[in-house]
């Protein structure tokens, strides 16, 4: 691949496009000196982009956007995924591309811990309860009461940077964490037992909460489905952070009808945004958040780091970039 090297600095123009993050204002705040630009919809992202050597953007990127941007040299993903971008075209073209890839693995790896949270101490049907004004009295039945995460089993499907940052967490909380991931030669610190994905059904049995914390790929498309869910305890709780393909979304509503599972948490889904037919709404044992894992007050100025941080690299003659993927 032969790559065009950027403009200098004081020549250089930055199109950031997104629908909501405010990534041009918080740019301005770091005084660069550099040119940049924000547009808001994909209609004037699209119309816009020959205008500038760098783009910064995810969810509206479309790969006819490569027929019309001549200047562009590098491509930094807000995001993890970047599933939608033409890697190959980018490539033959001999633009950089990087992903955000660590962006939110902080958040990410809370909110996980907030759903796992919710299931486990009743706080969604507790805010059912407050709107009700109805104050649930003591539970005598054992198994329908709260319960505590420590001395929990925890699987991590999935040990990238949110999956790693999630055991840390579950570890303070006195869980037992088990991580699935391909390359297990080094087991992280916070994780207790590391497997390879092919031991997913023997271990199931065995554990309390699943999280998938993973990217969506051919090995991982549908990973929970039927068999994964009917290889579950029925007191066992899933988590989903990573993306909605990787549930067989019929498969998860029935067992949490029939109560082959206690419960999951969702914050990813197969169609986005979820149809207002989709039983999922209604289930009480589910806890549904609009794919806001990765949304905090500090999104913006995270990616704006990894932004510099490749420009610099690229200024600076160096062939590796943060996240690269092209």
Same mark, same amino acid.
């Given at each position: 691949?032969?790559?065009?090297?950027?403009?200098?600095?004081?020549?250089?123009?930055?199109?950031?496009?997104?629908?909501?993050?405010?990534?041009?204002?918080? =740019?301005?705040?770091?005084?660069?000196?550099?040119?940049?630009?924000?547009?808001?919809?994909?209609?004037?992202? $699209?119309?816009?982009?020959?205008?500038?050597?760098? +783009?910064?953007? /995810?969810? &509206?990127?479309?790969?006819?956007?490569? #027929?019309?941007?001549?200047?562009?040299?590098?491509?930094?993903?807000?995001?993890?995924?970047?599933?939608? =971008?033409?890697?190959?075209?980018?490539?033959?073209?001999?633009?950089?591309?990087?992903?955000?890839?660590?962006?939110? *693995?902080?958040?990410?790896?809370?909110?996980?811990?907030?759903?796992? +949270?919710? &299931?486990?101490?009743?706080?969604?049907?507790?805010?059912?309860?407050?709107?009700?004004?109805?104050?649930?009295?003591?539970?005598?039945?054992?198994?329908? %009461?709260?319960?505590? $995460?420590?001395?929990?089993? &925890?699987?991590?499907?999935?040990?990238?940077?949110?999956? /790693?940052?999630?055991?840390? $967490?579950?570890?303070? =909380?006195?869980?037992?964490?088990?991580?699935?991931? %391909?390359?297990?030669?080094?087991?992280?610190?916070?994780?207790?037992?590391?497997? /390879?994905?092919?031991?997913?059904?023997?271990?199931?049995?065995?554990? #309390? =909460?699943?999280?998938?914390?993973?990217? $969506?790929? #051919?090995?991982?498309?549908?990973?929970?489905?039927?068999?994964?869910?009917?290889?579950?305890?029925?007191?066992?709780?899933?988590?989903?952070? *990573?993306?909605?393909?990787?549930?067989?979304?019929? *498969?998860?509503?029935?067992?949490?009808?029939?109560?082959?599972?206690?419960?999951?948490?969702?914050?990813?889904?197969?169609?986005?945004?979820?149809?207002?037919? /989709?039983?999922?709404?209604?289930?009480?044992?589910?806890? &549904?958040?609009?794919?806001?894992?990765?949304?905090?007050?500090?999104?913006?100025?995270?990616?704006? #780091?990894?932004?510099?941080?490749?420009?610099?690299?690229?200024?600076?003659?160096?062939?590796?970039?943060?996240?690269?993927?092209?």
């Amino acid at each position: 691949m032969t790559t065009e090297p950027l403009p200098p600095r004081g020549e250089l123009t930055i199109h950031f496009a997104h629908v909501a993050y405010r990534l041009a204002e918080r =740019f301005a705040r770091r005084d660069t000196g550099i040119r940049h630009f924000q547009t808001w919809n994909a209609e004037d992202t $699209l119309r816009r982009c020959a205008e500038a050597d760098v +783009l910064v953007l /995810s969810g &509206l990127w479309d790969n006819a956007m490569l #027929d019309r941007a001549a200047r562009l040299r590098f491509v930094q993903v807000c995001s993890a995924g970047y599933e939608r =971008f033409d890697l190959a075209r980018l490539a033959a073209m001999g633009v950089r591309a990087a992903s955000g890839r660590g962006v939110n *693995a902080n958040a990410v790896a809370e909110h996980a811990m907030a759903l796992m +949270l919710a &299931l486990v101490r009743h706080i969604h049907t507790g805010r059912d309860h407050q709107r009700a004004r109805h104050w649930r009295g003591m539970i005598s039945s054992l198994d329908q %009461r709260e319960d505590e $995460l420590a001395g929990k089993r &925890l699987l991590v499907y999935g040990l990238g940077g949110i999956g /790693s940052r999630l055991a840390m $967490l579950a570890r303070a =909380f006195g869980m037992h964490v088990c991580g699935v991931r %391909r390359d297990t030669r080094v087991r992280p610190d916070a994780v207790d037992e590391l497997h /390879s994905p092919d031991a997913l059904l023997r271990l199931l049995p065995e554990v #309390d =909460f699943v999280v998938l914390a993973c990217p $969506l790929t #051919d090995e991982t498309r549908g990973v929970v489905g039927a068999r994964a869910l009917e290889a579950m305890r029925r007191g066992a709780f899933l988590v989903n952070v *990573a993306r909605g393909g990787c549930v067989d979304e019929a *498969a998860l509503v029935a067992a949490l009808r029939a109560g082959e599972i206690a419960g999951a948490g969702i914050d990813v889904t197969a169609d986005e945004p979820l149809s207002p037919d /989709s039983p999922l709404w209604d289930l009480e044992n589910v806890v &549904l958040t609009p794919h806001t894992a990765g949304e905090t007050r500090r999104y913006e100025d995270n990616v704006i #780091d990894i932004l510099l941080e490749n420009l610099d690299r690229q200024w600076r003659g160096e062939e590796a970039l943060r996240n690269g993927i092209v």
